[in-house]
Structure formats: C-alpha cells, structure tokens
C-alpha cells in the first residue's frame, strides 16, 4: 500500500493563479480531509469528504473548493491564490465511524504564495 | 479562540528520562482525543489515543492521561529516546471524525 499520497510537494504560485492539490489513497477509506499547517496554529480543516460524491466545510473553507468523485482521489481546489494561503496542506484518511478514528496523514505539500 | 491548546510550544528532556507533554481544552463535548506525531517534511502520523470513559491508555513506551474534570490530558513518553524528537499534536472530536489540533510541541531528546 503506497498509504496517502499527495502532489506536488512544492507549489509557487502568483497571487489570482489557480491550481489543485492532489490527494490519494489506496487504502478504501471512506473519510478524506485536507488540512493546512501554520505556524502556532496546529492543523486546521479545510474540508472534509464521508464518501464519494459527499463534502463538507471544515473550519477554513474559504478559498477552496473540493470535489469527491471517486473513493481514492479527494483534490483541492484554490481558486484564486492569495498570499495568506501560504502554508503547509495535509491530506488525510480514515476509516469512518467508531472506534477507528486514526487519521492517516500524507506527507504534505509546501505552497508558497507571491 | 483555540479549544485546544498546548501551552508548551517546546519541551528538552534528557534520554532516558520521562518527557511530559500537556494538553487543555476547552469543548465539554469533546469524547475522543489522539496525539500525533510529526517528523520535519512528514505527514504527522498516530501515535495513541484515549476515550472520554477512560482516564489512562498505555501502548509500550507511550501512556496518555485523561483528567475530563480539569479538561486536561498528558502524554508519558517513558524512557525518552532521541528518536522520540518530533512535534507532537494533541487532537480532539466530539460526535463525529472531525479533530480539533492543538499547536503543537516540538520535543527534543538530548543524548
């Protein structure tokens, strides 16, 4: 099993450039999220997905749009980048439902923002 | 305002010895909570987690404590090895699969 995993691992964007993050997973995991890490802030969900064809806001949505066509592959969509989405994104799976919660994170994509 | 928060952004310890790290919040319906660790350019990966029905969860090494009157639980890491060098992220979910992080310690093993 390759787990998660997500590309590109580095991404310099201008500023209204669009562009998506890829995320995958081979495990049949039905719960996807993304997340992105900021300095002091911890993880903060993006958006989530319980299944194909079903996604949801998670904390900070705005800016991004997410689509689940499949079970494998949950991308993330930046509209129209701004400097503050200068961070680090996290994709993550997980089994749904108790008492499996762990979250299987990939290994992240850097995105710098000009 | 963060519900969950670890007040400690950095944490040295001596090998061998125990590391402590701490972790508050703030969401009386909070019921689940998990740490994770993380390695520089890596995705943060499981480390344990404990239940609100229970106060202690062991897995070798690694011991978390939960204390729901204080809305406080620790992570035990006992010895401490170099190896256990990392940033460590305390996580909690109520009613559902989304986590709410903390920011996060970064612990250093010193040899």
């Known amino acids: 099993n390759a787990g998660v995993t997500q590309t590109p691992k580095f991404q310099v964007l201008k500023t209204g450039q669009s562009m998506t993050l890829q995320c995958a997973q081979d495990m049949n995991h039905e719960y996807m999220s993304w997340y992105r890490q900021d300095p002091g802030m911890g993880l903060r969900l993006i958006h989530y997905s319980v299944g194909a064809g079903i996604t949801d806001q998670g904390e900070v949505p705005n800016g991004y749009n997410v689509s689940r066509s499949t079970t494998e592959d949950f991308p993330l969509r930046l509209l129209s980048a701004a400097p503050s989405q200068t961070s680090v994104y996290f994709c993550?799976?997980?089994?749904?439902?108790?008492?499996?919660?762990?979250?299987?994170f990939g290994p992240g994509t850097r995105l710098t923002v000009t | 305002d963060q519900q969950v928060k670890q007040n400690s952004p950095s944490l040295s310890v001596q090998e061998g010895r125990i590391s402590i790290l701490n972790c508050d919040y703030t969401n009386s319906m909070f019921d689940y909570f998990l740490w994770y660790k993380k390695y520089p350019a890596e995705g943060p990966t499981f480390l344990i987690s404990i239940s609100s029905i229970k106060d202690k969860n062991e897995d070798g090494r690694f011991t978390v404590f939960l204390n729901k009157s204080a809305k406080h639980l620790s992570l035990h890491i006992v010895p401490s090895q170099p190896g256990d060098s990392a940033v460590y992220f305390c996580a909690a979910s109520g009613q559902g699969q989304n986590f709410v992080f903390g920011p996060g310690t970064r612990l250093s093993v010193l040899p």
């Open positions: 993550a799976s997980s089994y749904s439902g108790t008492p499996n919660y762990e979250q299987y």
